[in-house]
Protein backbone atom coordinates (compact mmCIF):
# COMPACT_ATOMS: atom_id res chain seq x y z
CA UNK A 1 0.00 0.00 0.00
CA UNK A 2 1.12 3.46 -1.04
CA UNK A 3 0.63 5.75 2.21
CA UNK A 4 0.68 9.64 1.83
CA UNK A 5 2.01 11.06 4.95
CA UNK A 6 1.97 14.94 5.43
CA UNK A 7 4.79 16.23 8.01
CA UNK A 8 6.51 13.12 7.46
CA UNK A 9 10.09 14.66 7.88
CA UNK A 10 9.19 15.18 12.02
CA UNK A 11 9.49 13.16 14.48
CA UNK A 12 6.91 10.96 14.62
CA UNK A 13 6.63 10.73 10.58
CA UNK A 14 9.93 9.86 10.96
CA UNK A 15 8.68 7.06 12.80
CA UNK A 16 5.89 6.17 10.87
CA UNK A 17 7.41 6.16 7.49
CA UNK A 18 10.05 3.55 9.32
CA UNK A 19 7.21 1.30 10.54
CA UNK A 20 5.23 1.20 6.93
CA UNK A 21 8.27 0.30 4.85
CA UNK A 22 9.34 -2.22 7.22
CA UNK A 23 5.93 -3.74 7.35
CA UNK A 24 6.32 -3.91 3.43
CA UNK A 25 4.07 -0.62 2.46
CA UNK A 26 5.26 2.66 0.80
CA UNK A 27 6.05 5.78 2.82
CA UNK A 28 5.42 9.18 0.40
CA UNK A 29 6.59 11.92 2.31
CA UNK A 30 4.65 14.95 1.74
CA UNK A 31 5.80 18.65 3.27
CA UNK A 32 5.81 22.21 2.42
CA UNK A 33 9.61 22.62 2.03
CA UNK A 34 11.24 21.73 -0.98
CA UNK A 35 13.00 18.54 -0.78
CA UNK A 36 15.81 19.20 1.31
CA UNK A 37 17.52 15.17 1.16
CA UNK A 38 16.23 14.74 5.09
CA UNK A 39 14.19 11.87 4.20
CA UNK A 40 15.38 8.30 1.62
CA UNK A 41 11.52 7.76 0.78
CA UNK A 42 9.47 9.42 -2.20
CA UNK A 43 9.12 13.52 -1.39
CA UNK A 44 6.56 15.56 -2.42
CA UNK A 45 6.44 19.26 -2.41
CA UNK A 46 2.68 20.97 -1.27
CA UNK A 47 1.79 24.46 -0.45
CA UNK A 48 -1.38 22.57 1.50
CA UNK A 49 -4.12 24.05 -0.77
CA UNK A 50 -6.20 21.64 -2.87
CA UNK A 51 -4.89 21.83 -6.19
CA UNK A 52 -1.24 20.86 -4.42
CA UNK A 53 -3.23 18.20 -2.61
CA UNK A 54 -5.01 16.84 -5.88
CA UNK A 55 -1.66 16.55 -7.35
CA UNK A 56 0.67 15.03 -4.58
CA UNK A 57 -1.80 12.69 -3.06
CA UNK A 58 -2.49 10.96 -6.44
CA UNK A 59 -1.22 7.26 -6.18
CA UNK A 60 -1.79 7.31 -2.97
CA UNK A 61 -4.44 4.40 -1.35
CA UNK A 62 -4.20 5.74 2.25
CA UNK A 63 -3.11 8.82 4.54
CA UNK A 64 -1.87 10.25 7.84
CA UNK A 65 -2.39 13.29 8.27
CA UNK A 66 0.73 14.68 10.62
CA UNK A 67 1.12 18.03 9.82
CA UNK A 68 0.80 20.93 12.43
CA UNK A 69 1.67 24.20 13.94
CA UNK A 70 1.63 24.14 17.52
CA UNK A 71 1.09 28.12 18.13
CA UNK A 72 3.54 30.62 19.97
CA UNK A 73 1.46 33.80 20.56
CA UNK A 74 -1.43 32.22 23.01
CA UNK A 75 -4.37 33.29 20.34
CA UNK A 76 -6.77 30.76 18.54
CA UNK A 77 -6.02 32.66 14.82
CA UNK A 78 -2.35 30.75 15.57
CA UNK A 79 -4.36 27.54 14.81
CA UNK A 80 -6.54 28.03 12.08
CA UNK A 81 -4.22 26.79 9.59
CA UNK A 82 -4.49 23.72 11.04
CA UNK A 83 -8.12 23.44 10.37
CA UNK A 84 -7.45 24.68 6.95
CA UNK A 85 -4.68 21.80 6.00
CA UNK A 86 -7.10 19.43 7.43
CA UNK A 87 -10.13 20.58 5.55
CA UNK A 88 -7.97 20.80 2.47
CA UNK A 89 -7.28 17.46 3.08
CA UNK A 90 -10.19 16.01 3.15
CA UNK A 91 -11.31 17.96 0.27
CA UNK A 92 -8.67 16.20 -1.70
CA UNK A 93 -9.13 12.95 -0.41
CA UNK A 94 -12.35 13.08 -1.48
CA UNK A 95 -11.56 14.45 -5.11
CA UNK A 96 -9.27 11.28 -6.06
CA UNK A 97 -10.75 8.83 -4.13
CA UNK A 98 -8.70 8.10 -0.85
CA UNK A 99 -11.04 7.09 2.17
CA UNK A 100 -8.58 5.44 4.52
CA UNK A 101 -7.48 8.39 6.35
CA UNK A 102 -5.86 8.74 9.66
CA UNK A 103 -5.09 12.23 12.06
CA UNK A 104 -3.35 13.09 14.88
CA UNK A 105 -5.35 14.22 17.52
CA UNK A 106 -3.91 14.48 21.27
CA UNK A 107 -5.03 13.50 24.94
CA UNK A 108 -5.52 17.71 24.73
CA UNK A 109 -9.45 17.30 23.99
CA UNK A 110 -9.58 16.09 27.60
CA UNK A 111 -8.88 17.99 30.69
CA UNK A 112 -11.37 16.45 33.48
CA UNK A 113 -9.04 15.26 36.13
CA UNK A 114 -12.35 14.08 38.04
CA UNK A 115 -13.37 11.99 35.11
CA UNK A 116 -9.94 10.07 34.64
CA UNK A 117 -9.37 7.76 32.94
CA UNK A 118 -10.88 8.98 30.25
CA UNK A 119 -12.88 7.20 27.34
CA UNK A 120 -13.79 8.59 23.69
CA UNK A 121 -17.72 8.51 24.59
CA UNK A 122 -16.53 11.38 27.19
CA UNK A 123 -17.50 14.80 25.92
CA UNK A 124 -14.26 17.08 25.09
CA UNK A 125 -13.19 19.66 27.93
CA UNK A 126 -10.07 21.27 26.18
CA UNK A 127 -8.63 23.65 28.11
CA UNK A 128 -6.14 24.74 25.32
CA UNK A 129 -6.04 26.63 22.14
CA UNK A 130 -4.13 23.49 20.94
CA UNK A 131 -6.84 21.46 22.50
CA UNK A 132 -9.47 23.27 20.41
CA UNK A 133 -7.40 23.28 17.45
CA UNK A 134 -7.23 19.69 17.33
CA UNK A 135 -10.92 18.82 18.81
CA UNK A 136 -11.99 21.64 16.32
CA UNK A 137 -10.31 19.04 13.30
CA UNK A 138 -12.01 15.91 14.36
CA UNK A 139 -15.20 17.68 14.23
CA UNK A 140 -14.63 18.17 10.74
CA UNK A 141 -13.27 14.87 10.32
CA UNK A 142 -16.85 13.52 11.79
CA UNK A 143 -18.31 15.50 9.66
CA UNK A 144 -16.38 14.56 6.25
CA UNK A 145 -17.22 11.12 7.49
CA UNK A 146 -21.14 11.00 7.42
CA UNK A 147 -20.98 13.46 4.62
CA UNK A 148 -19.12 11.61 1.61
CA UNK A 149 -18.23 8.27 3.80
CA UNK A 150 -14.26 9.36 4.77
CA UNK A 151 -13.31 6.49 7.02
CA UNK A 152 -11.06 9.22 9.41
CA UNK A 153 -9.62 7.87 12.89
CA UNK A 154 -8.29 10.30 15.11
CA UNK A 155 -6.02 9.57 17.08
CA UNK A 156 -5.64 11.00 20.45
CA UNK A 157 -1.80 10.98 21.73
CA UNK A 158 -0.97 10.84 24.98
CA UNK A 159 2.54 12.60 25.25
CA UNK A 160 4.97 11.10 23.13
CA UNK A 161 8.11 10.32 24.51
CA UNK A 162 11.41 9.56 22.48
CA UNK A 163 14.96 10.80 21.53
CA UNK A 164 13.73 12.78 18.72
CA UNK A 165 11.39 15.30 20.32
CA UNK A 166 11.92 18.63 20.52
CA UNK A 167 14.46 19.61 23.24
CA UNK A 168 13.95 21.88 26.24
CA UNK A 169 10.34 19.88 27.76
CA UNK A 170 10.80 18.22 31.42
CA UNK A 171 11.18 14.13 30.29
CA UNK A 172 13.87 15.29 27.87
CA UNK A 173 16.01 17.36 29.89
CA UNK A 174 15.87 14.51 32.74
CA UNK A 175 16.96 12.23 30.58
CA UNK A 176 19.92 14.17 28.97
CA UNK A 177 20.74 15.36 32.68
CA UNK A 178 20.69 11.65 34.00
CA UNK A 179 22.58 10.36 31.09
CA UNK A 180 25.38 12.81 31.29
CA UNK A 181 25.70 12.18 35.15
CA UNK A 182 23.96 15.42 36.22
CA UNK A 183 21.40 16.48 38.99
CA UNK A 184 17.87 16.15 37.81
CA UNK A 185 15.81 19.14 39.69
CA UNK A 186 12.09 18.40 40.53
CA UNK A 187 10.53 21.69 40.82
CA UNK A 188 6.89 21.63 42.38
CA UNK A 189 4.76 19.33 44.89
CA UNK A 190 4.47 16.61 42.18
CA UNK A 191 0.77 15.59 42.49
CA UNK A 192 -0.11 15.08 39.66
CA UNK A 193 0.65 12.32 37.37
CA UNK A 194 0.76 12.19 33.65
CA UNK A 195 0.15 9.74 30.98
CA UNK A 196 3.38 9.29 28.40
CA UNK A 197 3.52 6.87 25.42
CA UNK A 198 6.45 5.62 23.69
CA UNK A 199 7.50 6.81 19.94
CA UNK A 200 7.20 3.26 18.71
CA UNK A 201 4.05 2.21 20.20
CA UNK A 202 2.51 5.40 18.51
CA UNK A 203 3.54 4.64 15.13
CA UNK A 204 1.98 0.78 15.84
CA UNK A 205 -1.12 2.63 16.18
CA UNK A 206 -0.88 5.04 13.11
CA UNK A 207 0.01 1.19 11.24
CA UNK A 208 -3.12 -0.51 12.84
CA UNK A 209 -5.26 2.75 11.86
CA UNK A 210 -4.13 2.36 8.24
CA UNK A 211 -5.08 -1.16 8.18
CA UNK A 212 -8.33 -1.37 9.20
CA UNK A 213 -9.46 1.17 6.36
CA UNK A 214 -13.64 0.97 7.05
CA UNK A 215 -13.50 2.24 10.76
CA UNK A 216 -13.63 5.99 11.50
CA UNK A 217 -13.84 7.76 14.73
CA UNK A 218 -12.01 9.04 17.60
CA UNK A 219 -9.35 6.52 19.57
CA UNK A 220 -7.18 7.21 22.47
CA UNK A 221 -3.72 6.25 22.04
CA UNK A 222 -1.71 5.85 25.63
CA UNK A 223 0.53 3.55 27.44
CA UNK A 224 -2.27 2.52 30.33
CA UNK A 225 0.38 4.32 32.98
CA UNK A 226 0.92 7.66 34.21
CA UNK A 227 3.89 9.03 36.70
CA UNK A 228 4.81 12.30 39.07
CA UNK A 229 7.12 14.23 37.70
CA UNK A 230 8.87 13.02 41.04
CA UNK A 231 8.76 9.58 40.03
CA UNK A 232 9.55 10.08 36.70
CA UNK A 233 12.78 11.80 38.13
CA UNK A 234 13.31 8.85 40.48
CA UNK A 235 13.02 6.19 37.37
CA UNK A 236 15.07 7.57 34.74
CA UNK A 237 17.52 8.15 37.36
CA UNK A 238 17.43 4.26 38.20
CA UNK A 239 17.59 3.32 34.33
CA UNK A 240 20.71 5.62 33.86
CA UNK A 241 22.31 4.35 36.43
CA UNK A 242 22.69 8.13 38.68
CA UNK A 243 20.49 7.26 41.44
CA UNK A 244 19.92 9.60 44.20
CA UNK A 245 21.33 12.45 42.04
CA UNK A 246 18.26 14.49 42.40
CA UNK A 247 16.59 17.67 44.20
CA UNK A 248 13.38 17.99 44.98
CA UNK A 249 11.76 20.97 45.85
CA UNK A 250 8.03 20.60 46.96
CA UNK A 251 7.57 24.08 48.17
CA UNK A 252 5.84 25.50 45.43
CA UNK A 253 2.81 24.67 43.40
CA UNK A 254 3.08 22.90 40.51
CA UNK A 255 1.79 24.35 36.76
CA UNK A 256 0.11 20.93 35.67
CA UNK A 257 -2.62 18.46 35.95
CA UNK A 258 -2.98 14.78 35.82
CA UNK A 259 -3.96 12.84 32.67
CA UNK A 260 -4.51 9.08 31.69
CA UNK A 261 -7.03 7.55 28.66
CA UNK A 262 -8.36 4.60 29.08
CA UNK A 263 -7.59 2.33 25.59
CA UNK A 264 -10.53 0.05 25.88
CA UNK A 265 -11.86 1.03 22.40
CA UNK A 266 -8.00 1.13 20.53
CA UNK A 267 -7.37 -1.59 21.61
CA UNK A 268 -10.76 -3.50 20.90
CA UNK A 269 -11.27 -1.94 17.07
CA UNK A 270 -8.10 -1.17 16.14
CA UNK A 271 -6.02 -4.09 18.22
CA UNK A 272 -3.39 -1.86 20.03
CA UNK A 273 -1.95 -2.66 22.69
CA UNK A 274 0.86 -0.40 24.00
CA UNK A 275 4.18 -2.22 24.28
CA UNK A 276 6.56 -0.03 25.87
CA UNK A 277 6.80 0.74 30.19
CA UNK A 278 8.23 3.44 30.98
CA UNK A 279 11.28 1.44 32.15
CA UNK A 280 11.48 -0.35 29.21
CA UNK A 281 10.89 2.79 26.64
CA UNK A 282 13.79 4.68 28.91
CA UNK A 283 16.36 1.41 28.44
CA UNK A 284 16.27 1.78 24.64
CA UNK A 285 16.34 5.34 24.94
CA UNK A 286 19.64 4.86 26.68
CA UNK A 287 20.86 2.46 24.45
CA UNK A 288 20.54 5.05 21.50
CA UNK A 289 21.73 7.58 23.14
CA UNK A 290 24.81 5.22 23.90
CA UNK A 291 25.01 4.57 20.20
CA UNK A 292 25.07 7.73 19.33
CA UNK A 293 27.42 8.98 21.96
CA UNK A 294 30.41 6.92 20.45
Not at 117 to 145: F, R, V
Not at 266 to 280: D, M, P, T
Request: glycine content about 8%; hydrophobic content about 35%.
Amino acid sequence: MKVGITGGTGFLGKEVSTLLEKEGHIPVIIGRSPFNGKTKYEYRSTDYSIESLNKVLDGNQAVVHLAAVRGSKGCISDFHQNEIITENLLKSCINIGITNIVIASSIAVYSKVESIPWTEEQLPSPKTLYGISKISCEYMADLYHKEYELNIKSLRIAQILGEGERKGFMMNTFIDNAFHKKRLNVIGESLAKREFVYIKDVAKAFLLAILNPKISGAFNIGSGEAYSNLEIAKIINECFNNEGNLLYNDKLKEGIESSLMDCSKSRNELGYIAQFSLRKALNEIKNFKKGEDV
